[in-house]
């Protein structure tokens, strides 16, 4: 079965997270994204120290989405060099991991209640 996935990136407010999870969702890139608000920033940035408010995405997808779901979150990504890290599962409850995959399209997945199979 293949494995999840977590997929991390920063953006810079709530409205702008939920707008691109949602699509991703939709698009079954993902099974989820995480929104976290109010995360503060401290980065180097053109030989700058910055700071800033931003949001955390944690988004639950599987191992072999990760190019496609990286290409469309950074098309819809407003960051001159969006932060998109990939977080390998090495554990997962069966059941949530059949979800995951289930909802991502993933081989091995159980089919969908009304699904042809």
Same mark, same amino acid.
């Given at each position: 079965m293949e494995r999840p996935l977590l997929v991390y990136t920063t953006l810079p407010d709530t409205q702008? !997270?939920?707008?691109?999870?949602?699509?991703?969702?939709?698009?079954?890139? !993902?099974?989820?994204?995480?929104?976290?608000?109010?995360?503060?920033?401290?980065?180097?940035?053109?030989?700058?120290?910055?700071?800033?408010?931003?949001?955390?995405?944690?988004?639950?997808?599987?191992?072999?989405?990760?190019? !496609?779901?990286?290409?469309?979150?950074?098309?819809?990504?407003?960051?001159?060099?969006?932060?998109?890290?990939?977080?390998?599962?090495t554990g997962a409850d069966p059941e949530t991991a059949a979800w995951i995959l289930a909802e991502t399209?993933?081989?091995?997945?159980?089919?969908?209640?009304?699904?042809?199979?």
């Open positions: 702008t !997270a939920l707008a691109i999870g949602e699509v991703l969702v939709r698009e079954h890139l !993902a099974a989820c994204v995480n929104v976290l608000p109010g995360i503060e920033s401290v980065y180097a940035w053109k030989g700058a120290i910055e700071r800033g408010q931003e949001v955390v995405a944690i988004l639950k997808t599987r191992e072999g989405l990760a190019e !496609a779901l990286g290409a469309a979150l950074k098309a819809r990504h407003p960051y001159e060099t969006p932060i998109i890290l990939h977080l390998p599962v399209g993933g081989e091995g997945a159980p089919p969908q209640p009304g699904s042809a199979g």
